[in-house]
């Protein structure tokens, strides 16, 4: 059986704490996540959420989107 996947939408995303929360929560009830967009000002939270996560929408601004 396929598992559902959840999508979602990262905002104001800070280094990412929250999101790991979603993900790890949905998981934990046999759902699939995909974060499809990611946004963030911050230039060193920008960097680490490169760093720490894959996918290639990351958006600065949310207000220029």
């Known amino acids: 059986m396929k598992k559902k996947i959840v999508k979602f939408i990262?905002?104001?995303a800070g280094l990412g704490?929250?999101?790991?929360?979603?993900?790890?929560?949905?998981?934990?009830?046999g759902f699939d996540t995909e974060c499809v967009m990611?946004?963030?000002?911050?230039?060193?939270a920008l960097e680490t959420l490169k760093h720490n996560f894959a996918h290639d929408y990351f958006v600065g601004d949310i207000f220029e989107v």
């Not at 990611?38 to 060193?44: N, W």
């Open 10 to 12: 990262d905002l104001f």
């Open 17 to 29: 704490g929250i999101r790991l929360g979603f993900e790890n929560a949905f998981q934990g009830l």
């Open 38 to 44: 990611t946004s963030e000002i911050k230039p060193y």
